[in-house]
């Protein structure tokens, strides 16, 4: 980004696992742009990520929690607090997990179990944060949250599964409590639709890479990638975005306006030749 546009902010950085990672992104831009943070995530997260590896990059001390546990976000929100001399000016919530994804399970074959445990970790856990938040009196007037959603909230994306209930509840989460805490305490929480991005955790969506290429075509601007969702997320984390709240706001290089585009058909209409041809061939033997 190049500028000091968060210089004075401090902030919590909820999600970072490696440097696939748009939370990985978001923490480098920001403290490019002279923001001081901490850093969040879950023990076996920070066992195995590399988390450590950006702490000492971004000068930012790593602290430990299940995102689910509000003792741990209690324990995130007070230490962050701590270290960084009072409240904070900004959050990012980067969390999100399927366990019915990881094992297979399709929508109309869900494990329940799965299923609160996916609401749990990828949207009820902003709940918990914000609350915590609150009850804390944690973030400055004029403080901003931000949390990670996708489109798959509103429209039905194929084999994104239960994910896609986890982000709608995301977007209502954001748009309640922005209310309370713009009324109350003027902070702004919004939601980030991202153009579908291959991280660690994203990887795991069946037929990401197809969709990429869709959305690529579809998209006039193409693809949003990770530090392009960062800059994005840094500008809600300033001051340039003050009344600007409740919103889910696309960052899709304008897919969610898009019905078909001139690369999407030309390559549907090159679907429908080569299965003309595979027919006439059939119609041969």
Request: aromatic share 8%; with cysteine; charged share 25%.
């Amino acid at each position: 980004m190049g500028s000091q546009l968060l210089k004075g902010k401090k902030g919590i950085i909820f999600g970072a696992l490696d440097s696939k990672s748009i939370a990985w992104k978001v923490a480098e831009l920001a403290y490019e742009a002279g923001a001081e943070f901490t850093l969040s995530n879950t023990p076996t997260a920070i066992r195995f990520g590399e988390l450590n590896e950006l702490s000492k990059k971004c000068n930012a001390e790593v602290i430990p929690a299940d995102a689910t546990n509000v003792q741990d976000l209690m324990h995130v929100f007070e230490r962050s607090m701590e270290v960084l001399g009072g409240k904070v000016d900004f959050v990012l919530h980067s969390i999100g997990m399927s366990l019915n994804v990881r094992k297979k399970r399709v929508y109309s074959d869900l494990e329940y179990s799965y299923l609160n445990k996916t609401l749990d970790i990828s949207a009820i856990s902003f709940h918990k944060m914000l609350q915590v938040a609150y009850k804390l009196d944690a973030i400055n007037e004029w403080g901003s949250v931000v949390a990670l959603s996708y489109i798959a909230a509103q429209r039905v994306l194929y084999g994104y599964n239960d994910m896609a209930d986890a982000k709608a509840l995301l977007e209502s989460i954001a748009r309640s409590f922005g209310y309370i805490y713009g009324r109350d305490r003027k902070v702004r929480v919004n939601t980030v639709s991202q153009s579908p991005t291959i991280t660690t955790a994203g990887s795991g969506v069946k037929g990401i890479s197809g969709l990429i290429d869709f959305t690529e075509r579809m998209s006039p601007l193409g693809n949003a990638d990770a530090e392009d969702c960062a800059n994005y997320c840094v500008a809600l984390f300033s001051d340039l975005t003050r009344k600007v709240t409740m919103q889910n706001l696309y960052h899709d290089g304008g897919f969610s306006s898009m019905g078909m585009s001139l690369k999407a058909m030309a390559m549907y209409n090159k679907s429908l030749e080569i299965e003309m041809d595979q027919e006439e061939l059939e119609a041969l033997d």
